[in-house]
């Protein structure tokens, strides 16, 4: 990230505020439509420079104390996809429900904070 | 969409359905899917009389639809039985295929009503059709299951297994390796459902394929993914969390899980294990899930760029967190 201001963060809200403020009363119903889910992809961007690379470092801190090394987040999750498949790790291990629950209500903060399965979810 | 429709390609696919002369009054457009187009047509036939149709035509070429579903003829054919076994569902009237102008399609009688989810589950106007939707989901659920095999065109056999592999590839296919997803494959291999008498599948029966009025449920839309199958599979696939729009009732939005099996066993007379219900309701999660990466992929690739699509692909980490609450009966 650059030490300068706005920050990237800054950039996108910008972007965001102007498409929601200004160009979108200036669109027909179907464009506006898609001005409104492009605000929305914004806030997912916003949202990840903000929280992301705190989210997948303890992804893959869990991800490494569940498979038992260390290792890239992607690679890590490959394998662990590949334990599951093969029922190396069982379905109901407690300890896997538990890093995908944490790991998916991490994610949801950043793609979809309001999503009305949230208000389901156990506390991990 | 090469052509469009004009007056005296629906006279001509409509044939002899209707008293000639024909006098076609008006043509609209109206939303279409992304494997078919649909219009609103007005007829008046050759003894003065009125007929407010809709036809129905595949998009052609290119298609971007995560199912290719059956051709528009096995869909009318199934629908049109459907229709004619107490299904309720519109009547079929003509069938077309390889139309110089139209293509492939059918035409229907146009019933009256609303299919838009959220008017439906939020509306003061449909308060009344909220509480028999339940109801009358599981009683035309249960018709469709009951339509005669012998009255219905050559229609793809799919068990749980097969759509199980389906699905799977076509997951792996996009290189995106989600630990959540496999761990639902998994949970759904070990748990497949005993084999039982193929039945007729609508295979998209759910809220926003339900044509609804004041007083309940008037029709059920879009038949192109019907198949041969587990019958349960209909009753899953309505409760998936992308149906529900924001309500907290898992059928449809409209009611409990409970009410829906209790009224499908009084209406079609056979017991069901809910057991089996969640089986297909996860396989319907994950299907939703497959659905959205598919669509992010389709912007991905090139092959159909929007922000639309491009924006699914992170619906993705929904379906993730549903898929671990239904495996624990949280959701």
Redesign the interface.
Same mark, same amino acid.
């Given at each position: 990230m650059l030490d300068e201001r706005p920050t990237a963060a800054e950039l996108v809200a910008a972007v965001a505020e102007f498409l929601e403020k200004k160009a979108t009363p200036q669109l027909d119903a179907a464009t506006a439509f898609?001005a409104k @889910? /492009?605000v929305? @992809?914004l806030r %997912?961007v916003e949202r990840e420079l903000a929280q992301g690379a705190g989210v997948d470092a303890a992804e893959r801190t869990r991800l490494g104390a569940l498979l038992g090394h260390d290792g890239e987040l /992607?690679a890590l999750? #490959?394998e $662990?996809?590949e334990q %599951? /498949?093969r029922?190396d790790i069982a379905?109901d291990n407690a300890a896997?429900?538990a890093h995908?629950?944490q790991?998916? $209500?991490a994610?949801?903060a @950043?793609?979809?904070p309001k999503?009305?399965?949230?208000k389901? #979810?156990?506390s991990p | 969409m090469a052509t469009k429709v004009d007056h005296d390609s629906v006279i001509r696919v409509l044939g002899d359905a209707l008293p000639a002369p024909l006098t076609v009054t008006r043509i609209a457009s109206l939303t279409g899917g992304a494997s078919a187009e649909t219009c609103a047509v007005d007829v008046t036939d050759g003894r003065g009389q009125a007929h407010a149709l809709i036809l129905r035509r595949s998009a052609g070429e290119g298609s971007d639809g995560f199912n290719p579903g059956v051709g528009k003829r096995e869909e009318a054919q199934t629908q049109g039985a459907g229709a004619r076994h107490g299904v309720p569902a519109a009547a079929v009237l003509a069938v077309f295929e390889q139309d110089a102008t139209l293509g492939n399609g059918y035409v229907m009688q146009r019933l009256e009503g609303e299919a838009i989810a959220r008017k439906l589950l939020r509306d003061e106007r449909y308060a009344v059709a909220r509480t028999r939707l339940v109801d009358d989901c599981a009683r035309a659920l249960a018709a469709i299951h009951r339509v005669p095999l012998a009255d219905l065109p050559v229609l793809p056999e799919l068990t749980a297994a097969k759509q199980l592999d389906q699905l799977e590839a076509m997951h792996k296919a996009f290189g995106q390796r989600i630990p959540a997803f496999s761990l639902a494959f998994r949970w759904l291999r070990e748990r497949l459902p005993p084999e039982r008498p193929l039945a007729l599948v609508h295979g998209d029966f759910r809220t926003g394929n339900l044509l609804v009025g004041d007083d309940g449920l008037v029709a059920v839309l879009d038949w192109e993914l019907v198949h041969l199958g587990d019958p349960l599979e209909d009753l899953g696939w309505f409760c998936v969390p992308a149906w529900r729009f924001g309500s907290d009732l898992p059928a449809g939005g409209f009611g409990s899980r409970e009410a829906l099996i209790a009224a499908y066993e009084r209406e079609s007379g056979t017991r069901v294990d809910p057991a089996e219900v969640h089986f297909w309701e996860v396989f319907g999660t994950l299907r939703w899930g497959v659905i959205c990466q598919f669509q992010s992929f389709a912007h991905l690739n090139g092959i159909a760029r929007s922000v639309e699509r491009a924006a699914i692909g992170r619906r993705v980490t929904e379906v993730e967190l549903d898929l671990l609450l239904l495996l624990d009966h949280h959701l």
């Open positions: 898609h @889910v /492009a929305n @992809v %997912i /992607a999750n #490959a $662990l996809c %599951i /498949a029922g379905t896997l429900r995908l629950l790991s998916a $209500l994610r949801m @950043v793609d979809s999503y009305p399965s949230l389901n #979810a156990p | -």
